[in-house]
């Protein structure tokens, strides 16, 4: 029985979004959560100077693009031979490497904000989705027009999309666009643990080239306090608050998983519109890979509109199995747990 006929509240699991190619256009932009990132808004951990200097970096990459700074081609070569070198590498855009937590997508969103000109943000998802709803001619030549491509969640998660993104970025590079990108892994790591075919690893080094690579070390700005997840609620608590108000949602944690593998990744962010906050009864532990990787990106999409989740069950923090992991997505999952954690924070505070 769903939460629809039980007559709680509204159900996720009752929405079937469609998601037009003008609206995945639209949302090339920064998140609601990072609408207002800046550099000045960045707080870097005292103790990580690694963090201050990626800021620092991007600070100079937005002037040098936006037509600042040296001006002209020949100071955007002199700023990009000086940044590749202090960085180790050589490289046409920069990539942000580090764990979860360190402020990489603030940074990322920061750049797109402060370079002045046409320019595009997205995921890796929302790059592949576009593809799938345009074509790969129309994309590139859409995103060719643009001063400034930013990527965020680069993750090579199969052959095929190696290929399509490796193919996509060379003709961005070739055509000037500058690229930035984020990921929880260097560009000639991507794929490890997942796939080894000597073609796609070939692939993925051509990937490495087209970027400098910046590290950023420190600890998950999320949890900085040294608190865990939060305490699960009762079913009780979280039906009575997804009962208080139009916008807000409750799900069987069962039957939301099994919904969203009825959808494309594209329309998770669509499943989400108008929804102020989401309640999840009966969270329990996911097994399944594909499974997990679907609700990652849901997690994402959650995060991005910081919408407030009220869950039962297992606490946040016990969301992946042990296997899962231990496996090739361990830093993916270990995001997206910290991400829950913080809106599982926000959920509890409703109803404190």
């Not at 000045?40 to 800021?55: G, K, L």
């Not at 970096?57 to 070198?85: F, H, M, N």
């Not at 193919?167 to 000639?188: D, H, I, M, Y």
């Not at 306090?225 to 944690?253: H, K, M």
Request: aromatic content about 8%.
């Amino acid at each position: 029985m769903t939460i629809a006929e039980r007559g709680y509240a509204n159900s996720l699991t009752e929405r079937r979004p469609a998601v037009s190619a003008d609206r995945l256009i639209a949302e090339l932009v920064p998140p609601p959560r990072f609408a207002h990132a800046r550099f000045a808004t960045y707080i870097p951990d005292a103790a990580e100077p690694s963090q201050s200097a990626a800021r620092d970096l991007l600070s100079e990459r937005a002037a040098a693009w936006s037509g600042g700074g040296s001006g002209g081609k020949s100071g955007i070569r002199g700023l990009l031979r000086r940044s590749s070198s202090a960085a180790g590498g050589e490289g046409r855009g920069v990539y942000l490497d580090g764990g979860y937590g360190v402020g990489k997508t603030h940074l990322l969103a920061s750049l797109w904000h402060e370079t002045e000109g046409p320019k595009v943000y997205g995921t890796f998802v929302e790059y592949t989705n576009l593809v799938g709803a345009l074509g790969f001619g129309p994309t590139v030549a859409h995103l060719a027009t643009q001063r400034l491509v930013c990527i965020d969640e680069f993750e090579l998660d199969d052959p095929g999309d190696t290929v399509l993104v490796s193919t996509l970025l060379t003709r961005l590079a070739e055509a000037g666009v500058q690229l930035a990108a984020t990921s929880n892994t260097l560009p000639g790591q991507l794929g490890e643990g997942r796939f080894a075919a000597a073609d796609f690893l070939r692939e993925i080094q051509g990937l490495a080239a087209r970027f400098t690579a910046v590290r950023i070390e420190g600890r998950d700005y999320r949890r900085r306090d040294g608190a865990s997840a939060p305490d699960p609620l009762s079913d009780a608590s979280v039906r009575g608050y997804a009962d208080g108000g139009e916008s807000r949602f409750v799900d069987d944690f069962d039957a939301l998983v099994k919904h969203l593998s009825t959808l494309h990744p594209s329309r998770y962010g669509a499943l989400l519109d108008g929804v102020e906050a989401l309640g999840l009864l009966g969270v329990r532990p996911i097994e399944d890979q594909n499974a997990a990787l679907r609700f990652v990106v849901f997690v994402d999409r959650l995060y991005d509109r910081s919408v407030p989740v009220l869950a039962s069950g297992v606490a946040a923090d016990r969301l992946f199995t042990p296997e899962l992991l231990g496996g090739g997505y361990r830093k993916k999952y270990l995001r997206a747990v910290s991400r829950l954690i913080s809106l599982t924070k926000a959920g509890a505070a409703l109803v404190a």
